[in-house]
């Protein structure tokens, strides 16, 4: 069974440029979760989405968006980059509930120059 | 505001030794789930284990197992006869039925030492 699958692997970007990441979660799970883990700072909730549509976001601003397409699949936007964003942003998939145990991706590590 | 905290920034344990990892957490809600996550170095975040708050019966996987204090907000986790492939970053979750949100600690840096 094919895992969380995340792309790109490296992404580098320049302070005000847009960034979208993907991910595709595991066959049969219908929610997708994105994470910021950025150093020494754990990993930070980003979105949770299931069958869709948003459920819940983090505290993290309107300039982080993104989406779930109809096969399940997700992408996140970051919008009019800044420095701090840079980070690695990890993907997860569970079957539907958020307590469910979630499976990750290997993630996308995002530099903003 | 629900929060996990995870005091031990880093550990060391010599190989077959048993170690413990310290989590405690806040939170306001009576239904929730806690987790053990291991993040190996350049390598994919993982499920240790997973408790349900209304369990109180400690969850088991193996050579890990936690210590669950619900009154007093505590999730340990066990490592038993440690293992090299045990050097990892371990981070600690909650999350509630009530708000959906994934809660994680800063986590813990353990390194197994031969």
């Known amino acids: 069974e094919a895992g969380v699958t995340q792309s790109p692997t490296h992404l580098i970007k320049t302070r005000g440029q847009q960034a979208t990441l993907r991910c595709s979660p595991i066959?049969?799970?219908?929610?997708v979760y994105w994470y910021q883990q950025a150093l020494g700072l754990g990993l930070q909730f980003l979105l949770w989405?299931?069958?869709?549509?948003?459920?819940n976001r983090g505290n993290f601003p309107p300039r982080f968006s993104g989406r779930q397409f109809p096969n399940y699949s997700s992408e996140l936007n970051v919008n009019a980059l800044e420095l701090e964003d840079s980070a690695l942003y990890l993907c997860?998939?569970?079957?539907?509930?958020?307590?469910?145990?979630?499976?990750f991706g290997p993630g996308t590590r995002l530099t903003v120059l | 505001a629900q929060t996990v905290t995870q005091s031990q920034p880093e550990m060391s344990v010599q190989e077959a030794e048993t170690v413990t990892l310290s989590c405690t957490y806040d939170t306001s809600e009576n239904n929730y789930y806690l987790f053990w996550y291991k993040q190996p170095p350049s390598r994919q975040m993982i499920l240790v284990i997973r408790?349900?708050?209304?369990?109180?019966q400690n969850a088991t996987e193996n050579r890990f197992s936690v210590n669950f204090q619900k009154a007093a907000k505590s999730f340990s986790l066990k490592i038993s006869d440690s293992q090299l492939g045990d050097t990892a970053m371990y981070f600690c979750a909650h999350v509630s039925t009530g708000t959906y949100k994934y809660i994680f600690g800063t986590g813990t840096r353990l390194k197994v030492l031969a």
């Open positions: 989405y299931d069958e869709g549509e948003e459920r």
């Open positions: 066959s049969g799970h219908t929610s």
């Open positions: 997860a998939s569970s079957l539907e509930r958020s307590w469910n145990t979630q499976y």
């Open positions: 408790q349900e708050a209304y369990k109180q």
